[in-house]
């Protein structure tokens, strides 16, 4: 069993930064991507970035060029730093990881005000 915990969420003005961190245990190994969800209020769930064991990278348009996705394999652990955030990123936002199934963290919370 794998197990995904997110920190790092928090209310920000608008053109703040945040780092998410998403720590993982237990049958670690058998995942072969990880990345992060978001869903907004009323809004559709959406993949935000995702990196995977080769280190291949993707983005969904929307973040290219404010955040970016990276890992430290030492720490078990994926971040998402998120630098100049807008309202629209306003989302509980799910780590996750993929595998021979799909494994998720319990989200955080990220508010930006205008």
């Known amino acids: 069993q794998v197990q995904l915990v997110e920190s790092g969420g928090g209310l920000v003005q608008a053109g703040g930064s945040l780092r998410l961190s998403c720590a993982a245990s237990g049958s670690i190994f058998s995942i072969s991507a990880m990345g992060w969800y978001r869903q907004g209020p009323g809004k559709q769930r959406e993949l935000v970035a995702s990196?995977?064991?080769?280190?291949?990278?993707n983005y969904v348009d929307s973040v290219k060029g404010r955040f970016t996705i990276s890992r430290d394999n030492a720490k078990n652990t994926v971040y998402l730093q998120m630098n100049s955030l807008k309202p629209e990123d306003t989302a509980v936002y799910y780590c996750a990881g993929w595998g021979q199934r799909a494994y998720w963290g319990q989200g955080t919370q990220v508010t930006v005000s205008s």
């Open positions: 990196i995977t064991n080769g280190g291949l990278l």
